[in-house]
């Protein structure tokens, strides 16, 4: 098993740009998550999903937008790129609420 | 919501010396789970206890949960080299949202050989 695979590992983009992260887990998890890491920080919950056509917003949703058509990819969409989404962005995934989370390697995204 | 404060968020010690981190909550806990994050690296789950007063061990590593399922600790005996990284406490609450766990901000562990 891979685990949680996310892509690209490394973005620079330009302020008004937008991309798509990539997350894809193959342990046939019913929950995901993605979270961002400013440096030196904790772990900040941007959106998540308890199973394929169902998401809801985290802690910090705003500039984001996540979709879940299938229960293996859950892609973090950001819009209008700003300065302020520089971070490192990883998805995890879990069997159940409450369960352990397993980490993909993490997106490193600069806007400048 | 539910928080879960941490702390120490830095912490430096000798090598060869003992650590502890500590997190609390202020409602009672499910379960109580703890990650290691290396530096530049991605959160990786280290153990999870459920049960009131639990106490496991990992080799050098010490993990507690209180009576009260409100508070719980790491203690790394002797420190090596190779536990340098940032350690997370992580709550899962029942009921509420689905969001499932609430991390602590993390206690960043730097050691000096």
């Known amino acids: 098993n891979a685990g949680v695979t996310q892509t690209p590992k490394f973005r620079i983009l330009k302020i008004g740009q937008s991309m798509t992260l990539q997350c894809t887990q193959d342990?046939?998890?019913?929950?995901m998550y993605w979270y961002r890491q400013d440096p030196g920080m904790g772990l900040k919950l941007i959106y998540y999903?308890?199973?394929?056509?169902?998401?809801d917003k985290g802690e910090v949703p705003n500039g984001y937008n996540v979709s879940r058509s299938t229960t293996e990819d859950f892609p973090l969409r950001l819009e209008l790129a700003a300065p302020s989404q520089t971070s490192v962005y990883f998805c995890?995934?879990?069997?159940?609420?409450?369960?352990?989370?397993?980490f993909g390697p993490g997106t490193r995204l600069l806007v400048l | 919501g539910q928080q879960v404060m941490q702390i120490p968020q830095y912490q430096h010690v000798q090598e060869g010396e003992d650590f502890t981190t500590y997190c609390n909550s202020s409602?009672?806990?499910?379960?109580i789970q703890w990650y290691k994050q290396r530096p530049g690296g991605h959160p990786v789950f280290l153990i999870q206890?459920?049960?009131?007063?639990e106490v496991k061990k990992q080799k050098r590593l010490t993990f507690q949960f209180g009576e009260a399922k409100k508070n719980s600790s790491l203690h790394i005996t002797a420190t090596q080299t190779t536990d340098v990284g940032t350690y997370f406490c992580?709550?899962?609450?029942?009921?509420?949202?689905?969001?499932?766990?609430?991390f602590g901000k993390g206690t960043h562990l730097i050691i000096q050989p």
């Open positions: 409602t009672t806990l499910s379960n």
């Open positions: 206890l459920v049960k009131s007063g």
């Open positions: 995890a995934s879990s069997p159940r609420r409450g369960a352990a989370q397993y």
């Open positions: 342990m046939n998890h019913n929950y």
């Open positions: 992580a709550g899962a609450y029942s009921g509420g949202g689905a969001d499932g766990l609430t």
């Open positions: 999903s308890v199973g394929a056509g169902i998401t």
